[in-house]
Protein backbone atom coordinates (compact mmCIF):
# COMPACT_ATOMS: atom_id res chain seq x y z
CA UNK A 1 0.00 0.00 0.00
CA UNK A 2 1.23 3.08 -0.95
CA UNK A 3 0.01 6.47 -0.12
CA UNK A 4 -0.38 9.57 -2.86
CA UNK A 5 1.62 12.25 -0.54
CA UNK A 6 -0.13 15.34 -2.44
CA UNK A 7 -3.41 13.80 -1.34
CA UNK A 8 -2.83 13.73 2.51
CA UNK A 9 -1.44 17.09 2.63
CA UNK A 10 -4.39 18.44 1.23
CA UNK A 11 -6.50 16.56 3.83
CA UNK A 12 -5.48 18.08 7.63
CA UNK A 13 -7.28 16.08 10.53
CA UNK A 14 -5.62 18.41 13.29
CA UNK A 15 -7.94 19.71 15.66
CA UNK A 16 -8.69 23.35 15.12
CA UNK A 17 -9.95 25.92 17.69
CA UNK A 18 -12.80 26.66 16.34
CA UNK A 19 -16.02 29.04 18.32
CA UNK A 20 -17.70 24.64 19.20
CA UNK A 21 -14.36 23.65 20.51
CA UNK A 22 -14.23 26.67 22.84
CA UNK A 23 -18.02 25.69 23.76
CA UNK A 24 -17.14 22.60 24.37
CA UNK A 25 -14.05 23.38 27.25
CA UNK A 26 -15.88 26.20 28.88
CA UNK A 27 -18.66 23.94 29.37
CA UNK A 28 -16.12 20.94 30.24
CA UNK A 29 -14.77 23.20 32.75
CA UNK A 30 -18.08 24.40 34.46
CA UNK A 31 -19.29 20.83 35.04
CA UNK A 32 -15.88 19.52 36.47
CA UNK A 33 -15.95 23.17 38.14
CA UNK A 34 -19.49 22.03 39.60
CA UNK A 35 -18.83 18.24 40.81
CA UNK A 36 -15.44 19.99 42.92
CA UNK A 37 -17.73 22.15 44.45
CA UNK A 38 -19.91 19.43 45.64
CA UNK A 39 -17.75 17.48 46.36
CA UNK A 40 -15.96 19.48 48.99
CA UNK A 41 -18.60 19.53 51.37
CA UNK A 42 -19.41 16.00 51.37
CA UNK A 43 -15.46 15.46 52.10
CA UNK A 44 -15.57 17.85 55.14
CA UNK A 45 -18.56 16.35 56.66
CA UNK A 46 -16.91 12.91 56.19
CA UNK A 47 -13.57 14.29 57.28
CA UNK A 48 -14.71 16.21 60.57
CA UNK A 49 -17.01 13.24 61.36
CA UNK A 50 -14.21 10.57 61.11
CA UNK A 51 -11.02 12.66 62.51
CA UNK A 52 -13.38 13.93 65.69
CA UNK A 53 -15.26 10.87 65.90
CA UNK A 54 -13.21 8.06 65.66
CA UNK A 55 -10.84 9.73 68.45
CA UNK A 56 -13.78 9.55 70.98
CA UNK A 57 -15.12 6.12 69.79
CA UNK A 58 -11.81 4.37 69.78
CA UNK A 59 -10.42 5.77 73.35
CA UNK A 60 -13.84 3.22 74.81
CA UNK A 61 -14.39 0.98 71.84
CA UNK A 62 -16.75 -1.15 72.55
CA UNK A 63 -18.13 0.67 75.17
CA UNK A 64 -18.76 3.45 73.33
CA UNK A 65 -21.59 1.37 71.83
CA UNK A 66 -22.87 -0.83 74.94
CA UNK A 67 -22.36 1.73 77.75
CA UNK A 68 -25.13 3.96 79.02
CA UNK A 69 -25.33 7.46 78.49
CA UNK A 70 -23.58 9.86 82.20
CA UNK A 71 -26.61 11.27 83.82
CA UNK A 72 -24.43 13.95 84.63
CA UNK A 73 -23.41 15.61 80.87
CA UNK A 74 -20.43 17.09 81.93
CA UNK A 75 -18.73 13.50 83.06
CA UNK A 76 -16.51 12.38 80.51
CA UNK A 77 -16.76 8.76 79.73
CA UNK A 78 -18.22 6.76 77.19
CA UNK A 79 -22.12 5.41 75.96
CA UNK A 80 -24.15 5.83 73.74
CA UNK A 81 -26.00 2.59 74.23
CA UNK A 82 -29.45 3.81 74.82
CA UNK A 83 -29.26 6.40 72.12
CA UNK A 84 -28.82 3.17 69.43
CA UNK A 85 -31.34 1.11 70.79
CA UNK A 86 -33.35 4.25 70.88
CA UNK A 87 -32.33 4.84 66.97
CA UNK A 88 -33.49 1.76 66.36
CA UNK A 89 -36.69 1.40 67.71
CA UNK A 90 -38.05 4.59 66.90
CA UNK A 91 -36.80 4.25 63.04
CA UNK A 92 -37.80 0.14 62.88
CA UNK A 93 -41.39 1.06 64.00
CA UNK A 94 -41.80 4.18 61.37
CA UNK A 95 -40.54 1.33 59.07
CA UNK A 96 -43.03 -0.91 60.11
CA UNK A 97 -45.40 1.57 59.90
CA UNK A 98 -44.80 3.39 56.63
CA UNK A 99 -42.90 1.22 54.08
CA UNK A 100 -46.44 -1.33 53.95
CA UNK A 101 -48.87 1.43 54.33
CA UNK A 102 -47.03 3.07 51.50
CA UNK A 103 -46.00 0.45 49.28
CA UNK A 104 -50.27 -0.29 49.82
CA UNK A 105 -50.81 3.23 48.80
CA UNK A 106 -48.66 3.47 46.01
CA UNK A 107 -50.13 0.24 44.34
CA UNK A 108 -54.00 1.25 44.95
CA UNK A 109 -52.41 4.93 43.68
CA UNK A 110 -50.98 3.16 40.49
CA UNK A 111 -53.02 0.27 39.59
CA UNK A 112 -56.15 0.72 40.99
CA UNK A 113 -56.98 4.64 41.44
CA UNK A 114 -54.96 6.04 38.41
CA UNK A 115 -56.49 9.21 37.54
CA UNK A 116 -60.02 8.27 39.70
CA UNK A 117 -60.74 11.36 42.20
CA UNK A 118 -59.99 10.02 44.89
CA UNK A 119 -56.63 8.81 43.78
CA UNK A 120 -55.82 12.30 42.49
CA UNK A 121 -56.68 13.69 45.76
CA UNK A 122 -54.39 11.33 47.71
CA UNK A 123 -51.36 11.78 45.44
CA UNK A 124 -51.99 15.73 46.09
CA UNK A 125 -52.32 15.29 49.80
CA UNK A 126 -49.00 13.39 49.56
CA UNK A 127 -47.63 16.02 47.93
CA UNK A 128 -48.37 17.92 50.47
CA UNK A 129 -47.37 16.18 53.04
CA UNK A 130 -44.26 15.62 51.52
CA UNK A 131 -43.53 19.87 52.79
CA UNK A 132 -45.03 19.89 56.16
CA UNK A 133 -41.60 20.63 58.39
CA UNK A 134 -40.64 17.59 60.82
CA UNK A 135 -41.13 19.98 63.66
CA UNK A 136 -45.11 20.48 62.51
CA UNK A 137 -44.71 16.38 62.39
CA UNK A 138 -43.57 16.02 65.98
CA UNK A 139 -46.64 18.61 67.34
CA UNK A 140 -49.13 16.67 65.52
CA UNK A 141 -47.90 13.50 66.66
CA UNK A 142 -47.43 15.26 70.46
CA UNK A 143 -51.06 16.51 70.47
CA UNK A 144 -52.38 13.24 69.26
CA UNK A 145 -50.21 10.54 70.78
CA UNK A 146 -48.05 11.96 74.17
CA UNK A 147 -50.28 13.93 75.24
CA UNK A 148 -52.55 11.00 76.17
CA UNK A 149 -50.06 8.37 76.38
CA UNK A 150 -47.02 10.05 77.31
CA UNK A 151 -43.35 9.74 76.22
CA UNK A 152 -42.51 6.76 74.77
CA UNK A 153 -40.38 5.28 71.24
CA UNK A 154 -43.74 4.55 69.45
CA UNK A 155 -44.43 7.67 69.56
CA UNK A 156 -41.02 8.98 68.12
CA UNK A 157 -42.15 5.95 65.22
CA UNK A 158 -45.25 7.38 64.90
CA UNK A 159 -43.68 10.72 64.09
CA UNK A 160 -40.95 9.55 62.03
CA UNK A 161 -43.44 7.18 60.18
CA UNK A 162 -45.71 10.39 59.14
CA UNK A 163 -42.19 11.76 57.59
CA UNK A 164 -41.89 8.82 55.48
CA UNK A 165 -44.69 7.92 54.14
CA UNK A 166 -45.41 10.33 51.79
CA UNK A 167 -41.34 9.41 50.55
CA UNK A 168 -42.33 6.19 50.39
CA UNK A 169 -45.80 6.68 48.38
CA UNK A 170 -44.28 8.84 45.84
CA UNK A 171 -40.69 6.82 45.45
CA UNK A 172 -42.72 3.62 44.86
CA UNK A 173 -45.71 4.98 42.46
CA UNK A 174 -42.60 5.90 40.71
CA UNK A 175 -40.94 3.08 40.50
CA UNK A 176 -44.62 1.31 39.40
CA UNK A 177 -44.87 3.60 37.25
CA UNK A 178 -41.90 2.81 35.09
CA UNK A 179 -42.21 -0.67 34.85
CA UNK A 180 -44.13 -1.03 31.19
CA UNK A 181 -47.37 -1.92 30.17
CA UNK A 182 -46.61 -4.25 27.88
CA UNK A 183 -44.90 -6.15 31.09
CA UNK A 184 -48.34 -6.14 32.19
CA UNK A 185 -50.19 -7.31 29.08
CA UNK A 186 -47.99 -10.07 28.48
CA UNK A 187 -49.45 -11.43 32.39
CA UNK A 188 -53.03 -10.33 31.67
CA UNK A 189 -52.86 -12.38 27.80
CA UNK A 190 -52.08 -15.61 29.87
CA UNK A 191 -55.32 -15.15 32.11
CA UNK A 192 -53.19 -13.97 35.22
CA UNK A 193 -55.66 -11.95 37.76
CA UNK A 194 -55.20 -8.33 38.27
CA UNK A 195 -53.72 -9.31 42.00
CA UNK A 196 -51.61 -12.23 40.09
CA UNK A 197 -50.20 -9.75 37.51
CA UNK A 198 -49.20 -6.90 40.34
CA UNK A 199 -47.66 -9.35 42.85
CA UNK A 200 -46.13 -11.32 39.90
CA UNK A 201 -44.80 -9.18 37.03
CA UNK A 202 -45.37 -5.37 38.36
CA UNK A 203 -43.22 -5.42 41.99
CA UNK A 204 -40.88 -7.52 41.26
CA UNK A 205 -40.07 -5.26 38.72
CA UNK A 206 -40.19 -2.44 40.18
CA UNK A 207 -38.66 -3.77 43.56
CA UNK A 208 -35.13 -2.90 43.32
CA UNK A 209 -36.36 0.71 42.94
CA UNK A 210 -39.20 0.48 45.69
CA UNK A 211 -36.30 -0.50 48.41
CA UNK A 212 -34.06 2.28 47.50
CA UNK A 213 -36.57 4.64 47.94
CA UNK A 214 -37.59 3.02 50.93
CA UNK A 215 -33.89 3.31 52.32
CA UNK A 216 -33.71 6.93 51.26
CA UNK A 217 -36.73 7.36 53.70
CA UNK A 218 -35.34 5.59 56.20
CA UNK A 219 -32.43 7.57 56.37
CA UNK A 220 -33.80 10.80 56.27
CA UNK A 221 -36.17 9.09 59.09
CA UNK A 222 -32.73 8.33 61.23
CA UNK A 223 -31.77 11.52 61.18
CA UNK A 224 -34.36 13.04 62.29
CA UNK A 225 -34.48 15.48 65.29
CA UNK A 226 -37.27 17.65 65.53
CA UNK A 227 -40.35 15.59 66.12
CA UNK A 228 -38.18 13.46 68.55
CA UNK A 229 -38.18 15.96 70.95
CA UNK A 230 -41.76 16.27 71.40
CA UNK A 231 -42.56 12.67 71.56
CA UNK A 232 -39.74 10.55 72.63
CA UNK A 233 -38.46 12.72 75.66
CA UNK A 234 -35.21 11.65 77.84
CA UNK A 235 -33.60 8.96 79.17
CA UNK A 236 -30.22 7.94 80.37
CA UNK A 237 -30.88 3.95 80.60
CA UNK A 238 -31.69 1.48 78.14
CA UNK A 239 -35.57 1.17 77.69
CA UNK A 240 -35.96 -1.53 75.27
CA UNK A 241 -39.81 -1.05 75.64
CA UNK A 242 -41.45 0.43 72.62
CA UNK A 243 -44.42 2.02 74.18
CA UNK A 244 -43.44 2.30 77.65
CA UNK A 245 -41.58 5.07 79.23
CA UNK A 246 -39.23 8.21 77.78
CA UNK A 247 -36.37 7.24 75.64
CA UNK A 248 -33.83 8.56 73.57
CA UNK A 249 -32.00 8.08 70.47
CA UNK A 250 -29.17 9.38 68.56
CA UNK A 251 -30.37 12.47 67.24
CA UNK A 252 -31.61 13.38 70.03
CA UNK A 253 -28.37 12.94 71.80
CA UNK A 254 -26.61 14.67 69.41
CA UNK A 255 -28.44 17.84 69.26
CA UNK A 256 -28.02 17.60 73.33
CA UNK A 257 -24.25 16.97 73.87
CA UNK A 258 -23.87 19.11 70.73
CA UNK A 259 -25.17 22.15 72.26
CA UNK A 260 -23.74 21.57 75.78
CA UNK A 261 -20.77 23.78 77.21
CA UNK A 262 -18.99 20.58 78.56
CA UNK A 263 -16.25 19.69 76.34
CA UNK A 264 -16.65 15.92 77.37
CA UNK A 265 -20.23 16.14 75.87
CA UNK A 266 -19.21 17.73 72.69
CA UNK A 267 -17.13 14.52 72.33
CA UNK A 268 -20.22 11.96 72.54
CA UNK A 269 -22.29 14.61 70.02
CA UNK A 270 -19.14 13.50 67.82
CA UNK A 271 -19.02 10.08 68.51
CA UNK A 272 -22.85 9.53 68.43
CA UNK A 273 -22.49 11.41 64.94
CA UNK A 274 -19.97 9.15 63.51
CA UNK A 275 -22.14 6.00 64.77
CA UNK A 276 -25.29 7.63 63.65
CA UNK A 277 -23.87 7.82 60.13
CA UNK A 278 -22.05 4.19 60.27
CA UNK A 279 -25.26 2.52 61.20
CA UNK A 280 -27.45 4.55 57.94
CA UNK A 281 -24.77 3.31 55.85
CA UNK A 282 -24.66 -0.07 57.23
CA UNK A 283 -28.62 -0.10 57.08
CA UNK A 284 -28.37 1.09 53.31
CA UNK A 285 -25.41 -1.83 52.38
CA UNK A 286 -27.51 -4.93 53.92
CA UNK A 287 -30.87 -3.84 52.33
CA UNK A 288 -28.22 -3.15 48.62
CA UNK A 289 -26.98 -6.77 49.33
CA UNK A 290 -30.53 -8.34 49.65
CA UNK A 291 -32.14 -6.04 47.05
CA UNK A 292 -29.15 -7.71 44.63
CA UNK A 293 -29.77 -11.26 45.79
CA UNK A 294 -33.47 -10.52 44.57
CA UNK A 295 -32.54 -9.54 41.27
CA UNK A 296 -30.38 -12.23 40.97
CA UNK A 297 -32.69 -14.66 41.04
CA UNK A 298 -35.41 -13.39 38.87
CA UNK B 1 -64.02 -20.71 38.06
CA UNK B 2 -64.41 -23.29 35.48
CA UNK B 3 -68.22 -22.46 35.34
CA UNK B 4 -67.41 -19.04 33.79
CA UNK B 5 -67.75 -19.83 29.81
CA UNK B 6 -71.05 -21.59 30.14
CA UNK B 7 -74.53 -20.67 28.48
CA UNK B 8 -74.65 -20.18 24.87
CA UNK B 9 -76.46 -17.45 23.93
CA UNK B 10 -77.06 -17.90 20.32
CA UNK B 11 -76.68 -20.61 17.69
CA UNK B 12 -73.57 -19.91 15.72
CA UNK B 13 -74.10 -18.38 12.18
CA UNK B 14 -72.47 -19.73 9.26
CA UNK B 15 -70.51 -17.21 6.82
CA UNK B 16 -69.77 -13.85 6.71
CA UNK B 17 -71.77 -11.16 6.13
CA UNK B 18 -71.06 -7.85 4.31
CA UNK B 19 -73.74 -5.85 3.18
CA UNK B 20 -76.29 -8.17 4.01
CA UNK B 21 -75.47 -11.11 2.14
CA UNK B 22 -73.64 -14.25 3.40
CA UNK B 23 -70.93 -14.40 0.91
CA UNK B 24 -68.17 -16.66 2.68
CA UNK B 25 -67.66 -19.51 0.17
CA UNK B 26 -67.55 -22.53 2.62
CA UNK B 27 -63.97 -23.72 1.79
CA UNK B 28 -63.19 -25.87 4.71
CA UNK B 29 -65.93 -27.14 6.68
CA UNK B 30 -64.08 -26.50 9.83
CA UNK B 31 -66.43 -25.41 13.30
CA UNK B 32 -66.75 -22.01 14.00
CA UNK B 33 -64.48 -20.98 16.67
CA UNK B 34 -65.50 -17.37 16.39
CA UNK B 35 -68.54 -15.60 14.98
CA UNK B 36 -68.12 -11.45 14.82
CA UNK B 37 -71.69 -9.94 14.13
CA UNK B 38 -72.03 -6.76 13.16
CA UNK B 39 -68.85 -5.68 15.70
CA UNK B 40 -68.18 -1.80 16.43
CA UNK B 41 -65.45 -1.19 18.84
CA UNK B 42 -65.25 2.66 20.27
CA UNK B 43 -62.30 4.18 22.40
CA UNK B 44 -64.59 7.09 24.36
CA UNK B 45 -66.59 8.22 21.58
CA UNK B 46 -64.15 7.49 18.59
CA UNK B 47 -65.77 4.68 16.86
CA UNK B 48 -62.34 3.00 15.59
CA UNK B 49 -64.29 -0.14 14.10
CA UNK B 50 -67.30 -1.00 12.33
CA UNK B 51 -69.63 -3.37 10.74
CA UNK B 52 -66.98 -6.17 11.01
CA UNK B 53 -68.48 -9.58 11.25
CA UNK B 54 -67.01 -12.51 10.07
CA UNK B 55 -66.35 -16.21 11.59
CA UNK B 56 -63.12 -18.24 12.39
CA UNK B 57 -62.40 -21.62 11.74
CA UNK B 58 -61.26 -24.07 14.37
CA UNK B 59 -57.32 -25.59 13.57
CA UNK B 60 -57.24 -22.86 10.77
CA UNK B 61 -54.78 -19.85 10.25
CA UNK B 62 -57.09 -16.68 9.89
CA UNK B 63 -55.05 -13.63 8.87
CA UNK B 64 -56.29 -9.77 9.04
CA UNK B 65 -54.51 -7.49 6.95
CA UNK B 66 -55.00 -4.18 5.51
CA UNK B 67 -53.36 -0.68 6.22
CA UNK B 68 -52.32 0.86 9.28
CA UNK B 69 -55.36 2.38 11.44
CA UNK B 70 -57.56 -0.30 10.08
CA UNK B 71 -58.50 -1.85 13.15
CA UNK B 72 -57.30 -5.19 12.29
CA UNK B 73 -55.23 -5.31 15.70
CA UNK B 74 -58.49 -3.45 17.60
CA UNK B 75 -60.64 -6.54 16.50
CA UNK B 76 -58.28 -9.12 17.31
CA UNK B 77 -57.48 -7.90 21.11
CA UNK B 78 -61.42 -8.05 21.24
CA UNK B 79 -61.22 -11.53 20.62
CA UNK B 80 -59.41 -12.38 24.23
CA UNK B 81 -61.11 -9.18 25.36
CA UNK B 82 -57.38 -7.28 25.73
CA UNK B 83 -59.48 -3.96 24.92
CA UNK B 84 -60.99 -4.18 28.26
CA UNK B 85 -57.74 -3.12 29.92
CA UNK B 86 -57.89 0.30 28.16
CA UNK B 87 -59.87 3.12 29.90
CA UNK B 88 -62.99 4.05 27.65
CA UNK B 89 -62.66 1.26 24.95
CA UNK B 90 -66.13 -0.44 24.49
CA UNK B 91 -67.63 -3.02 22.65
CA UNK B 92 -71.15 -3.06 20.19
CA UNK B 93 -72.44 -5.91 18.25
CA UNK B 94 -71.75 -9.12 19.29
CA UNK B 95 -68.72 -11.78 19.37
CA UNK B 96 -69.62 -15.30 20.40
CA UNK B 97 -66.78 -18.04 21.51
CA UNK B 98 -67.97 -21.66 20.26
CA UNK B 99 -71.59 -20.09 20.85
CA UNK B 100 -71.33 -17.99 24.03
CA UNK B 101 -71.48 -14.40 24.06
CA UNK B 102 -67.52 -13.06 24.95
CA UNK B 103 -68.95 -10.15 26.24
CA UNK B 104 -71.31 -11.46 28.64
CA UNK B 105 -72.55 -10.81 31.80
CA UNK B 106 -71.59 -13.48 33.12
CA UNK B 107 -68.08 -14.08 31.17
CA UNK B 108 -64.57 -13.32 33.35
CA UNK B 109 -62.40 -11.95 30.83
CA UNK B 110 -59.38 -13.78 33.43
CA UNK B 111 -61.35 -17.19 32.33
CA UNK B 112 -61.52 -15.88 28.63
CA UNK B 113 -57.74 -15.27 28.52
CA UNK B 114 -56.93 -18.45 29.68
CA UNK B 115 -58.25 -20.17 26.80
CA UNK B 116 -57.56 -17.30 24.00
CA UNK B 117 -53.95 -16.64 24.21
CA UNK B 118 -51.80 -13.40 22.66
CA UNK B 119 -48.33 -13.12 21.12
CA UNK B 120 -48.12 -9.46 20.76
CA UNK B 121 -45.90 -7.38 17.77
CA UNK B 122 -43.20 -6.81 20.04
CA UNK B 123 -41.64 -9.50 22.05
CA UNK B 124 -42.07 -8.93 26.21
CA UNK B 125 -40.54 -11.64 28.03
CA UNK B 126 -40.99 -11.19 31.71
CA UNK B 127 -37.06 -9.95 32.77
CA UNK B 128 -37.34 -13.55 34.66
CA UNK B 129 -35.25 -16.64 33.51
CA UNK B 130 -36.25 -18.21 30.58
CA UNK B 131 -38.06 -21.33 32.86
CA UNK B 132 -39.94 -19.07 35.08
CA UNK B 133 -41.46 -17.23 32.15
CA UNK B 134 -42.84 -20.63 30.44
CA UNK B 135 -43.73 -21.66 34.11
CA UNK B 136 -45.26 -18.30 34.85
CA UNK B 137 -48.71 -19.19 33.27
CA UNK B 138 -48.54 -23.08 34.69
CA UNK B 139 -48.07 -21.14 38.16
CA UNK B 140 -51.15 -18.92 38.29
CA UNK B 141 -53.50 -21.90 37.19
CA UNK B 142 -51.83 -23.58 40.20
CA UNK B 143 -49.35 -25.50 39.33
CA UNK B 144 -46.56 -25.91 42.28
CA UNK B 145 -44.50 -29.49 41.95
CA UNK B 146 -41.71 -28.58 40.44
CA UNK B 147 -42.12 -32.08 38.35
CA UNK B 148 -45.06 -31.13 36.36
CA UNK B 149 -43.50 -27.94 36.06
CA UNK B 150 -40.37 -28.90 34.72
CA UNK B 151 -42.52 -31.30 32.05
CA UNK B 152 -44.73 -28.36 31.03
CA UNK B 153 -41.45 -26.14 30.26
CA UNK B 154 -39.85 -28.81 28.31
CA UNK B 155 -42.65 -30.10 26.38
CA UNK B 156 -43.90 -25.78 25.36
CA UNK B 157 -40.35 -25.31 24.55
CA UNK B 158 -40.12 -28.49 22.38
CA UNK B 159 -43.70 -27.14 20.89
CA UNK B 160 -42.19 -23.49 19.71
CA UNK B 161 -39.10 -25.51 18.57
CA UNK B 162 -36.59 -23.73 21.30
CA UNK B 163 -35.80 -26.10 23.07
CA UNK B 164 -32.49 -27.68 21.87
CA UNK B 165 -31.20 -23.75 21.48
CA UNK B 166 -32.02 -23.00 25.16
CA UNK B 167 -31.83 -25.81 27.26
CA UNK B 168 -28.42 -25.50 28.83
CA UNK B 169 -29.59 -22.00 30.37
CA UNK B 170 -33.09 -22.73 31.05
CA UNK B 171 -32.22 -20.43 34.33
CA UNK B 172 -30.39 -17.63 32.40
CA UNK B 173 -32.49 -14.51 31.86
CA UNK B 174 -34.84 -14.31 28.68
CA UNK B 175 -33.69 -11.10 28.05
CA UNK B 176 -30.56 -12.39 26.83
CA UNK B 177 -32.09 -14.33 23.54
CA UNK B 178 -32.01 -12.94 20.48
CA UNK B 179 -35.09 -11.19 19.33
CA UNK B 180 -36.12 -14.00 17.23
CA UNK B 181 -35.81 -16.65 20.42
CA UNK B 182 -37.80 -14.06 22.43
CA UNK B 183 -40.58 -13.94 20.03
CA UNK B 184 -40.78 -17.45 20.04
CA UNK B 185 -40.40 -17.53 23.96
CA UNK B 186 -43.66 -15.98 23.98
CA UNK B 187 -45.08 -18.38 22.22
CA UNK B 188 -44.08 -20.96 24.13
CA UNK B 189 -45.35 -19.05 27.30
CA UNK B 190 -48.72 -19.10 25.82
CA UNK B 191 -49.10 -22.32 24.50
CA UNK B 192 -47.89 -23.54 28.52
CA UNK B 193 -51.57 -22.63 29.40
CA UNK B 194 -52.50 -24.67 26.57
CA UNK B 195 -54.99 -22.67 25.29
CA UNK B 196 -57.64 -23.22 22.19
CA UNK B 197 -56.90 -20.48 20.52
CA UNK B 198 -53.82 -18.25 19.63
CA UNK B 199 -54.08 -14.84 18.66
CA UNK B 200 -50.92 -13.04 16.98
CA UNK B 201 -50.36 -9.13 16.63
CA UNK B 202 -47.87 -8.55 14.26
CA UNK B 203 -45.47 -11.31 15.71
CA UNK B 204 -42.83 -11.31 13.15
CA UNK B 205 -43.07 -7.23 12.71
CA UNK B 206 -39.78 -6.96 14.67
CA UNK B 207 -37.96 -9.83 13.32
CA UNK B 208 -34.86 -10.75 10.67
CA UNK B 209 -36.56 -13.17 7.73
CA UNK B 210 -35.00 -15.98 9.18
CA UNK B 211 -36.41 -15.52 12.54
CA UNK B 212 -39.97 -14.87 10.26
CA UNK B 213 -39.42 -18.05 8.24
CA UNK B 214 -39.04 -19.96 11.41
CA UNK B 215 -42.18 -18.38 13.00
CA UNK B 216 -44.34 -19.11 9.98
CA UNK B 217 -42.99 -22.49 10.33
CA UNK B 218 -43.96 -22.90 14.02
CA UNK B 219 -47.25 -21.21 13.01
CA UNK B 220 -47.89 -24.24 10.46
CA UNK B 221 -47.39 -27.11 13.11
CA UNK B 222 -49.44 -25.19 15.91
CA UNK B 223 -52.24 -25.20 13.46
CA UNK B 224 -52.31 -29.13 14.45
CA UNK B 225 -53.56 -28.19 17.29
CA UNK B 226 -54.88 -24.45 17.97
CA UNK B 227 -56.96 -22.10 16.24
CA UNK B 228 -54.35 -19.36 15.53
CA UNK B 229 -55.12 -15.74 14.41
CA UNK B 230 -52.58 -13.70 13.19
CA UNK B 231 -52.90 -9.95 12.02
CA UNK B 232 -50.15 -9.15 9.63
CA UNK B 233 -48.98 -5.52 7.40
CA UNK B 234 -46.52 -8.62 5.83
CA UNK B 235 -49.20 -9.54 2.54
CA UNK B 236 -46.56 -12.33 1.63
CA UNK B 237 -46.91 -13.76 4.73
CA UNK B 238 -50.43 -13.72 5.06
CA UNK B 239 -50.45 -15.60 1.52
CA UNK B 240 -47.85 -17.93 2.66
CA UNK B 241 -49.11 -19.32 6.13
CA UNK B 242 -53.41 -18.32 6.08
CA UNK B 243 -56.33 -20.38 5.20
CA UNK B 244 -58.60 -17.11 5.09
CA UNK B 245 -57.57 -13.59 5.27
CA UNK B 246 -59.95 -11.36 6.12
CA UNK B 247 -58.98 -7.52 4.72
CA UNK B 248 -59.85 -4.17 6.45
CA UNK B 249 -59.26 -0.60 5.42
CA UNK B 250 -60.24 2.91 6.71
CA UNK B 251 -62.62 4.77 5.71
CA UNK B 252 -64.48 7.86 6.31
CA UNK B 253 -67.26 7.47 9.37
CA UNK B 254 -70.30 9.10 7.87
CA UNK B 255 -71.39 9.51 11.10
CA UNK B 256 -68.15 10.99 13.00
CA UNK B 257 -66.19 12.66 9.81
CA UNK B 258 -63.27 10.85 11.15
CA UNK B 259 -61.76 7.42 9.50
CA UNK B 260 -62.61 4.07 10.96
CA UNK B 261 -61.45 0.50 10.07
CA UNK B 262 -64.26 -1.71 8.63
CA UNK B 263 -64.07 -5.52 6.95
CA UNK B 264 -63.64 -5.05 3.27
CA UNK B 265 -63.55 -8.53 2.04
CA UNK B 266 -63.01 -12.03 3.87
CA UNK B 267 -62.51 -14.99 1.90
CA UNK B 268 -60.04 -17.96 1.42
CA UNK B 269 -56.90 -17.04 0.71
CA UNK B 270 -56.03 -18.42 -2.08
CA UNK B 271 -58.96 -16.26 -3.69
CA UNK B 272 -58.42 -12.72 -2.29
CA UNK B 273 -55.01 -12.99 -3.48
CA UNK B 274 -55.54 -14.13 -7.06
CA UNK B 275 -58.93 -13.13 -7.64
CA UNK B 276 -60.56 -10.56 -5.16
CA UNK B 277 -64.16 -9.92 -5.56
CA UNK B 278 -63.37 -6.22 -4.52
CA UNK B 279 -61.99 -3.19 -6.22
CA UNK B 280 -59.92 -2.07 -2.99
CA UNK B 281 -58.85 -5.21 -1.78
CA UNK B 282 -57.45 -5.74 -5.37
CA UNK B 283 -55.69 -2.35 -5.39
CA UNK B 284 -54.16 -3.16 -1.95
CA UNK B 285 -52.86 -6.46 -2.31
CA UNK B 286 -51.74 -5.51 -5.87
CA UNK B 287 -49.68 -2.16 -4.37
CA UNK B 288 -51.93 0.54 -5.85
CA UNK B 289 -53.34 1.42 -2.54
CA UNK B 290 -54.26 5.13 -1.43
Known amino acids: ?298 | MQTALVKPTRPSRPGYRLDGQDTMPAATDAPIVFALDTLEVYYGSFRAVRDVSLDIGKNEITAFIGPSGCGKTTVLRCLNRMNDLIPGARVAGTITYHGIDLYGREVSATEVRRRIGMVFQKPNPFPKSIYENIAFGARINGTRERSKLDAVVEKSLRAAALWDEVKDRLHGSALAMSGGQQQRLCIARTIAIEPDVVLMDEPCSALDPIATARIEELMRELKQTYTIVIVTHNMQQAARVSDRTAFFTAEVDPKAERRTGVLVEYDVTSRIFSNPRDERTENYITGRFG
Open chain 1, 1 to 298: MRHSGDQILAINLEPRLSWRTIKSIVMTTFMIGAFVAITIPLFAIVWSLVSHGVAVVSRSFPDFFTATIPVVSRRSGPGMGPAILGTLLCTGGATLIAVPLGILGAIYLNEYGRTSMFARLVRFMAMVMTGVPSIVMGLFVYVLWTMRFGYSAFGGALALACLMLPIVIGATEQMLRLVPDHMREAAFALGASKSRVILLVVLPAALPGIISGCLLAIARAAGETAPLLFTVGAATAYNPHLFEDANTALSVQIFGNATSSFAAAQERAWGAALTLVVLTFLLTLIARVIAARFAAKR
